[in-house]
């Protein structure tokens, strides 16, 4: 049997909505509906109500909507870490990322809530109210008990888990996680247990995190700097080494032929080719993944600039008004030594942020 798999995209601000409509809208726009629709034990409970679940996930935590319409209303449980499961119930199991443990969350139509840490269906831990203070709840229904079999209703019911309570470092966000999304009714009229990854279980079972399929967390679009200023700065910078390397310059005012000792000329080569590959790699190698590739990545930006540095110096001999000149390519290649070193460290450090 073949664990589902699913695309979680990035919504920022999505821990910021006030209301249901907020955030339904911000989750509709960012990601189509998934069903939850998997019957695992169809003998028993061949019953079948309509839903769909979106998720996406921001900065500090994932956000949760179902969208309901069956058969029955039943919402007793009015106490969290009460009996929710056997009310008009929509869950979200979610495996810890590091110690094994998996966590559940269990939420009946009315925006009761059940949360707790698990090894298993019968060794856990419950979340303490302060906790489950922190999971911020969406409900269209008006909270009240009720119970109406033999009806039609729809229904919606969001959450927004941060990730702290779920085993993650908002700054060592994995880029994926096993989980499963449930929709359940043990007491109501017409009993069913849906799920959208499939669980080959015998009975009725959630607490499977074995069957638990895959959330891919889609990568965070890139920042106006990736997109715009980094691209803009290093066009501009290759225009301006061109310029200086090329322009032919008259009544250029007197300047030292020496800063501390080395030749002027030599200065200002080495300050021009410096920012080549920390502009480059902040332009082109900053989504390179994996720390070899990084390395080899910022390797051949040096090499590039090795060669753009040649052909400057080979096409300057080629005027009357330059020279080629052996130590001009020296002091290019220096600054972009240094840089590309700068840049390694630099990229330690985002990969060591990572982990």
């Not at 499961?85 to 990322?97: G, H």
């Not at 729809?154 to 996680?177: E, N, R």
């Not at 051949?300 to 060669?307: D, E, H, N, Q, S």
Request: with cysteine.
């Amino acid at each position: 049997m073949e664990s589902k798999k699913l695309v979680l995209p990035y919504v920022e601000g999505l821990d910021n909505a006030a209301s249901l409509e907020e955030f339904s809208s911000m989750l509709c726009n960012a990601t189509a509906a998934t069903k939850v629709a998997t019957l695992n034990w169809p003998d028993d409970f061949p019953y079948c109500p309509e839903c769909n679940v979106r998720a996406a996930w921001c900065d500090k935590g994932l956000g949760i909507l179902y969208n309901v319409k069956g058969l029955d209303l039943r919402a007793l449980a009015m106490s969290d870490n009460g009996s929710v499961w056997q009310d008009s119930c929509c869950e979200f199991f979610v495996s810890d990322p590091c110690d094994g443990t998996y966590y559940n969350f269990e939420m009946n139509c009315i925006g009761t809530l059940l949360v707790s840490k698990r090894k298993s269906r019968e060794d856990c831990v419950h979340y303490t109210a302060e906790k489950l203070k922190k999971v911020k709840r969406f409900t269209s229904l008006e909270r009240k008990q009720v119970e109406i079999n033999d009806k039609e209703f729809s229904w919606s019911v969001g959450m927004f888990i941060p990730f702290s309570l779920i085993g993650i470092d908002k700054y060592h966000i994995p880029t994926s996680l096993k989980a499963n999304f449930y929709k359940c009714g043990d007491l109501t009229a017409h009993t069913h247990f849906l799920s959208w990854s499939p669980i080959d279980a015998p009975k009725p079972d959630f607490h499977r995190p074995d069957f638990f399929g895959t959330l891919e967390l889609a990568p965070k679009p890139a920042s106006l700097f990736a997109r715009i200023i980094f691209p803009l700065m290093f066009i501009c910078y290759i225009c301006a080494v061109g310029f200086l390397c090329f322009g032919h310059f008259e009544d250029m005012p007197d300047v030292a032929t020496t800063i501390f000792g080395i030749p002027t000329d030599k200065v200002v080569h080495f300050s021009m080719f410096f920012p080549f590959p920390l502009l480059a790699y902040a332009t082109f190698g900053r989504k390179t993944k994996g720390r070899w590739n990084s390395i080899l990545f910022i390797l051949a930006i040096f090499l590039v600039g090795c060669i753009l540095g040649i052909a400057t110096e080979l096409g300057q001999g080629l005027t009357d008004y330059r020279s080629c000149d052996i130590n001009d390519f020296r002091a290019d290649s220096l600054g972009m030594a240094l840089s590309s070193v700068c840049a390694l460290i630099i990229d330690s450090i985002r990969h060591s942020s990572k982990r």
